[in-house]
């Protein structure tokens, strides 16, 4: 139940859904406040013949215009003893397998990317790629450009998809480092990838006749990403992301990614919540040695890079180098 007013009781009143005919009704008085309302909350309602289908969804999947058929193509299955369905047997059955599945490599690189983009690795405890819808696209259009050019069969798919929504994730300014890919990629090396990168660009840019812009990385773009992974404060990662800002006035020939967590190592070692160099390595997959590396080039500079909010010079002074 829920409160409305009632022009009859001039005040507020509890009122009744009557969900089957779509209206509201005063609970006191009995007057209709409203009707033929549309109830539009989900509808959990099962309609699927199959004993073992409990999923409610009532329509297919969206149009795709990377398929030649839009993916709006049906599928004939009959029912099983058990209950579930099956392809067609025969010669039926064998018309319709290559028939009904032109894109079928495409499909199944498709359902990867999708896969990747939502994949976590246990070594790293919660550690997901969560990539967003738009990323995925990208990652998609990327994969069929190539693919209309050069099968891409027989190549190791763990790393062309990778390099697909490493591609993908440059393009749309949300970058990821290669590690992270590699991380959820079954396997998959570092080189592998960026052997298969290379491929996909050198293919882009055949098809496009100019090279493949995929936006200039910093520090900032992971530095956020790294700080939530590691729990820190609102404070710590405001100081972080003014201290990396900063540091890109400096001459520091490292890459972003090593600063990022260099400069996540120093904000941490000057807060109450300190984070030992092991854990910020694990989470920013960057060496120790490299992390304390980078330190030593930033350690001149902390006086100007770190915000005096966060920190005065004594505190500055105090850390060991």
Not at 130 to 146: C, H
Not at 227 to 242: D, I, P
Request: charged share 25%; net charge neutral; aromatic share 6%.
């Amino acid at each position: 139940m829920a409160d409305s007013y009632c022009a009859d009781c001039k005040r507020l009143t509890e009122v009744v859904f009557d969900h089957s005919a779509g209206d509201t009704i005063c609970s006191e008085c009995g007057l209709v406040l409203e009707a033929y309302s549309v109830d539009e909350t989900s509808e959990w309602r099962i309609f699927a013949n199959e004993s073992s289908d409990h999923d409610p969804v009532r329509v297919g999947g969206p149009l795709n215009p990377l398929l030649s058929d839009g993916g709006l193509s049906t599928v004939i299955a009959k029912p099983t003893a058990g209950g579930s369905t099956e392809l067609l047997s025969g010669s039926l059955g064998k018309l319709q397998a290559r028939g009904s599945h032109p894109d079928r490599n495409l499909i199944q690189a498709f359902k990867s990317i999708s896969a990747m983009s939502d994949r976590s690795n246990a070594r790293y405890g919660c550690f997901r790629l969560g990539l967003v819808t738009t990323i995925k696209d990208r990652a998609n259009e990327i994969y069929k450009k190539v693919e209309d050019q050069k099968p891409l069969r027989g190549r190791n798919q763990e790393a062309i998809v990778a390099a697909c929504l490493y591609i993908a994730c440059r393009q749309e300014n949300k970058p990821r480092t290669v590690k992270e890919f590699c991380s959820v990629a079954n396997g998959t090396t570092k080189k592998e990838i960026g052997r298969a990168k290379e491929f996909i660009v050198k293919h882009l840019e055949a098809e496009m006749g100019q090279s493949v812009e995929m936006g200039t990385i910093h520090a900032s773009d992971y530095l956020r990403r790294f700080c939530s992974n590691l729990g820190m404060t609102n404070q710590a990662v405001k100081a972080a992301q003014e201290a990396v800002q900063k540091s890109e006035d400096l001459d520091i020939r490292r890459s972003p990614i090593s600063v990022a967590a260099a400069v996540i190592y120093i904000i941490t070692q000057l807060s109450n919540d300190t984070k030992p160099l092991k854990e910020i390595s694990i989470v920013t997959r960057v060496a120790e040695g490299t992390i304390k590396n980078v330190y030593k080039d930033l350690f001149p500079h902390l006086a100007r890079i770190i915000p005096d909010w966060f920190a005065n010079e004594e505190d500055i002074k105090n850390l060991k180098l």
